[in-house]
């Protein structure tokens, strides 16, 4: 839904890691579609661009506000069945709004294709630019916390998202016990393998930083 124009966006400019390798092109972006669409709908409310696929292996979007940045990218890591690499800025457009991302250009589109060159170049998983000192922070932050749950196990993943969705609580860790049919105790033992709590506590110090 196309809301009121306004100065500044959250544009997101993501890319397949070594997309050549994954065989069949067309399976994969038609896979890569499908995640999106989940995405779109999970974040309709927060999403001012839709996100689609852009140049066969990457895609793109654009969000009103950075409120759901973590959340967001929690849903890419859960939906797209590959590895990935992403640019994020903050910025202004030059175009009128449309709910097509690819209609639309300013500068926050440029700097988000050019903060996805430097993850490129540079290596790791995420590039944040808002254009202000705290990129320095939140840059080399998310990535040591993408670099840790993109090493989960896929047992790992399931459990701990479902507990993400699920409240974060005593009661999701029941609620996992019983949706996986294992104990408590793994649940628990899970989430400390997974360092999953620790990089709760970044992730919540991040938020602080950026608002």
Request: glycine share 10%.
């Amino acid at each position: 839904m196309i809301g009121a124009q306004q100065d500044v966006y959250v544009v997101l400019t993501g890319y397949l890691k070594s997309s050549r390798k994954l065989g069949e092109r067309a399976e994969v972006q038609e896979d890569l579609k499908g995640s999106l669409k989940v995405v779109n709908e999970r974040f309709e409310d927060a999403i001012a661009a839709k996100f689609m696929v852009v140049g066969g292996d990457g895609f793109q979007g654009m969000l009103y506000f950075t409120e759901s940045l973590f959340d967001l990218y929690y849903a890419l890591f859960e939906n797209i069945g590959y590895r990935f690499y992403i640019g994020i800025v903050t910025g202004g457009i030059s175009t009128k709004m449309s709910e097509n991302v690819g209609e639309m250009d300013g500068e926050a589109f440029h700097r988000s294709s050019d903060a996805l060159a430097t993850v490129n170049r540079k290596g790791g998983w995420v590039a944040f630019d808002s254009g202000r000192g705290i990129d320095g922070i939140i840059t080399p932050s998310w990535n040591l916390m993408a670099d840790a749950i993109w090493n989960w196990s896929e047992r790992q993943k399931e459990i701990i998202l479902y507990y993400r969705k699920h409240g974060k609580c005593r009661d999701a860790v029941r609620s996992a016990s019983e949706n996986f049919g294992i104990g408590e105790r793994s649940i628990y033992k899970t989430l400390r393998t997974g360092r999953y709590h620790l990089l709760r506590s970044v992730e919540d110090a991040l938020k602080d930083v950026l608002n």
